[in-house]
């Protein structure tokens, strides 16, 4: 904690410049909404100094319900700036200046995410200066897209440092899902009223369905997590009925990734839970028996999503059979093949990031276009850590149920997002990522709440006074 005096000071400077700042841009005549985004500056800045947690519940209702400025783009995705990205940067700087304040906070807490993540933007650095220098990338957009990337990790960061206790963790989960909640009675609206693809606010004109259901994969599996593994029944039936309304919005994304990103997860959950597995298996029982039935009360523009898949578009020959595929689905396996001939020009490093403004839509060979096999095999290494942080906190949770449920919504909400990258590129859509990145960074948090919990357990298993 930071003294009483040393807070003081860092608040009379804090107010001072603030002052200073905005006076002389009144005298100078700056227009009205400067002086607001100037204040609005200083205001996040104090509030991440001294009272960070507040600052990042704000922040998990920006993520999501926040509006968005063109600025631009590359050939086949627009380039925007959202006022999370303006956020996220105004509480580094204060959790900087706690730091240096305080300097017993430390600035990075020690986790297994730590060395891949600092390696992989590290290649990420190294492949768009050469990039640059070589002409195979431009040099604003690299600026942009490395500082997004930069940007995922920060939130990391800043969160694993800032969470000690339990009772956090709960409050920031419940706070994700009550945003979800908000989300999702959105594009229900959207999508249920207005006869459109389900998108989340603010997500332009034209929407962002893909996006949605990406996030949605994270909420619903953190909610089925919770629901598996919760002894209180009314929790069961408050999320289990939040995790069903997700499920209508989810539908209506009609992201035919997201639906087979879905799947893997729920498969995923059948196989690695160890409490009510009879439930899950019933669901998939039933499920199969009434396929018909099912497929006869789905909305209409769901069925025809689904079967407008093998209608059109291209033939393709697979292990000897001629499948049919619609233009979308072709068009991504063409550019597929134009990605991987990048790739093979520059293996090593790739061309750097954004990776010369090629659109594959597929994670995997957008990673390999950019830094080449040396990155990839940095990006793997951030999933395999992924995983063993989400695996280690659900096996050392045991007697912890609510931990226990999230460890695991996590373990299957990424298998299930891995899925989906075979036709969408998750790791740079700011809508998934930052909410993925905010839960491992609490995630990687419980072990070491769960150890300092137990100390303070004496041997007759009561609290100690």
């Given at each position: 904690?930071?003294?009483?005096?040393?807070?003081?000071?860092?608040?009379?400077?804090?107010?001072?410049?603030?002052?200073?700042?905005?006076?002389?841009?009144?005298?100078?005549?700056?227009?009205?909404?400067?002086?607001?985004?100037?204040?609005?500056?200083?205001?996040?800045?104090?509030?991440?100094?001294?009272?960070?947690?507040?600052?990042?519940?704000?922040?998990?209702?920006?993520?999501?319900?926040?509006?968005?400025?063109?600025?631009?783009?590359?050939?086949?995705?627009?380039?925007?700036?959202?006022?999370?990205?303006?956020?996220?940067?105004?509480?580094?700087?204060?959790?900087?200046?706690?730091?240096?304040?305080?300097?017993?906070?430390?600035?990075?807490?020690?986790?297994?995410?730590?060395?891949?993540?600092?390696?992989?933007?590290?290649?990420?650095?190294?492949?768009?200066?050469?990039?640059?220098?070589?002409?195979?990338?431009?040099?604003?957009?690299?600026?942009?897209?490395?500082?997004?990337?930069?940007?995922?990790?920060?939130?990391?960061?800043?969160?694993?440092?800032?969470?000690?206790?339990?009772?956090?963790?709960?409050?920031?989960?419940?706070?994700?899902?009550?945003?979800?909640?908000?989300?999702?009675?959105?594009?229900?609206?959207?999508?249920?009223?207005?006869?459109?693809?389900?998108?989340?606010?603010?997500?332009?004109?034209?929407?962002?369905?893909?996006?949605?259901?990406?996030?949605?994969?994270?909420?619903?599996?953190?909610?089925?997590?919770?629901?598996?593994?919760?002894?209180?029944?009314?929790?069961?039936?408050?999320?289990?009925?939040?995790?069903?309304?997700?499920?209508?919005?989810?539908?209506?994304?009609?992201?035919?990734?997201?639906?087979?990103?879905?799947?893997?997860?729920?498969?995923?959950?059948?196989?690695?839970?160890?409490?009510?597995?009879?439930?899950?298996?019933?669901?998939?029982?039933?499920?199969?028996?009434?396929?018909?039935?099912?497929?006869?009360?789905?909305?209409?523009?769901?069925?025809?999503?689904?079967?407008?898949?093998?209608?059109?578009?291209?033939?393709?020959?697979?292990?000897?059979?001629?499948?049919?595929?619609?233009?979308?689905?072709?068009?991504?396996?063409?550019?597929?093949?134009?990605?991987?001939?990048?790739?093979?020009?520059?293996?090593?490093?790739?061309?750097?990031?954004?990776?010369?403004?090629?659109?594959?839509?597929?994670?995997?060979?957008?990673?390999?276009?950019?830094?080449?096999?040396?990155?990839?095999?940095?990006?793997?290494?951030?999933?395999?850590?992924?995983?063993?942080?989400?695996?280690?906190?659900?096996?050392?949770?045991?007697?912890?149920?609510?931990?226990?449920g999230i460890s695991l919504g996590f373990v299957c909400s990424l298998s299930g997002l891995l899925a989906m990258g075979v036709a969408a590129e998750f790791f740079i859509i700011i809508r998934i990522m930052e909410p993925f990145w905010f839960l491992a960074a609490i995630i990687v948090t419980l072990p070491e709440i769960k150890e300092e919990e137990d100390k303070n357990l004496n041997p007759e298993g009561q609290l100690a006074h």
């Amino acid at each position: 904690m930071l003294s009483s005096e040393k807070r003081a000071q860092f608040i009379f400077i804090i107010i001072a410049l603030a002052l200073a700042f905005f006076l002389q841009l009144a005298i100078m005549k700056f227009p009205p909404h400067y002086l607001v985004l100037f204040l609005l500056t200083f205001m996040i800045l104090f509030i991440a100094f001294v009272k960070t947690n507040l600052a990042l519940f704000i922040l998990i209702f920006t993520m999501l319900l926040s509006p968005e400025f063109g600025l631009g783009g590359i050939p086949g995705r627009s380039v925007v700036f959202r006022f999370d990205d303006f956020f996220i940067l105004m509480l580094f700087f204060g959790w900087l200046a706690k730091m240096a304040v305080n300097k017993e906070l430390g600035f990075l807490k020690v986790t297994p995410l730590n060395k891949p993540i600092l390696a992989y933007i590290t290649v990420c650095i190294i492949s768009s200066v050469f990039g640059i220098m070589s002409g195979t990338t431009d040099m604003k957009y690299s600026l942009f897209y490395n500082l997004k990337y930069i940007e995922y990790f920060l939130l990391f960061f800043m969160v694993s440092n800032n969470i000690t206790e339990k009772r956090q963790v709960k409050i920031f989960i419940y706070t994700l899902l009550f945003v979800s909640l908000i989300v999702s009675i959105f594009a229900a609206h959207v999508s249920l009223i207005q006869g459109m693809r389900a998108t989340a606010p603010f997500e332009g004109d034209a929407g962002e369905p893909n996006t949605l259901a990406g996030y949605l994969i994270i909420m619903i599996g953190l909610c089925l997590g919770i629901f598996l593994y919760t002894n209180k029944f009314k929790t069961r039936l408050i999320i289990g009925g939040l995790g069903a309304f997700m499920t209508v919005p989810f539908l209506y994304t009609l992201s035919r990734a997201g639906w087979l990103g879905f799947g893997v997860m729920f498969i995923a959950f059948l196989l690695l839970t160890k409490r009510n597995k009879a439930f899950l298996v019933l669901i998939v029982f039933l499920v199969l028996i009434n396929v018909p039935a099912i497929s006869k009360r789905l909305p209409q523009v769901v069925s025809q999503r689904y079967a407008s898949t093998f209608k059109g578009g291209d033939t393709f020959k697979i292990g000897g059979r001629s499948i049919t595929i619609d233009e979308s689905a072709s068009i991504r396996l063409r550019t597929w093949k134009k990605s991987l001939q990048m790739w093979s020009e520059r293996p090593i490093l790739g061309r750097g990031v954004p990776g010369g403004g090629a659109i594959s839509d597929v994670q995997y060979t957008r990673v390999l276009r950019e830094v080449g096999i040396v990155g990839f095999g940095a990006f793997l290494w951030i999933i395999s850590g992924l995983y063993r942080v989400g695996w280690r906190s659900y096996t050392e949770a045991d007697t912890d149920p609510f931990f226990q449920g999230i460890s695991l919504g996590f373990v299957c909400s990424l298998s299930g997002l891995l899925a989906m990258g075979v036709a969408a590129e998750f790791f740079i859509i700011i809508r998934i990522m930052e909410p993925f990145w905010f839960l491992a960074a609490i995630i990687v948090t419980l072990p070491e709440i769960k150890e300092e919990e137990d100390k303070n357990l004496n041997p007759e298993g009561q609290l100690a006074h």
